[in-house]
């Protein structure tokens, strides 16, 4: 069972910066797709940005130009939120995909995604 355990989100106003983190297992390595998702009130849950095992990334384009997803040497990830805007509200989950292999970040996009954070609510204030 993959635990990743977030950080506390937080309230910002537009504008503004957040940066989210999560914890990963020492087992996860590079065979592994990660990602961020949120989810809105009355929302469908929405893939944010996904990193793959050799490093690269895909961006939702909502989000282009305005998050980064990013790992650490041990595997945890990051999510560094600039420009934020109102509808970024959300609840913000990392997950995790074993894929067997090293992918790149846009075919990361396309899994089911099984093994979740806890969550971490993000406000932003217009």
């Known amino acids: 069972q993959v635990q990743l355990v977030q950080s506390a989100g937080g309230s910002v106003q537009a504008g503004g910066s957040l940066r989210l983190s999560c914890v990963a297992p020492g087992y996860i390595d590079s065979r592994y797709c990660m990602g961020w998702f949120r989810q809105a009130p009355g929302k469908e849950r929405e893939g944010v940005a996904f990193i793959g095992g050799d490093g690269t990334t895909n961006y939702a384009d909502s989000v282009k130009g305005r998050f980064m997803i990013s790992q650490d040497n041990s595997k945890n990830l990051y999510l560094q939120m600039n420009s934020l805007k109102p509808e970024d509200t959300a609840m913000y989950y990392c997950?995790?995909?074993?894929?067997?292999?090293?992918?790149?970040?846009?075919?990361?996009?396309?899994?089911?995604?099984?093994?979740w954070g806890q969550g971490t609510q993000v406000t932003v204030s217009s």
């Open positions: 997950a995790a995909f074993r894929v067997g292999l090293a992918l790149g970040g846009t075919s990361c996009r396309q899994f089911k995604y099984n093994y």
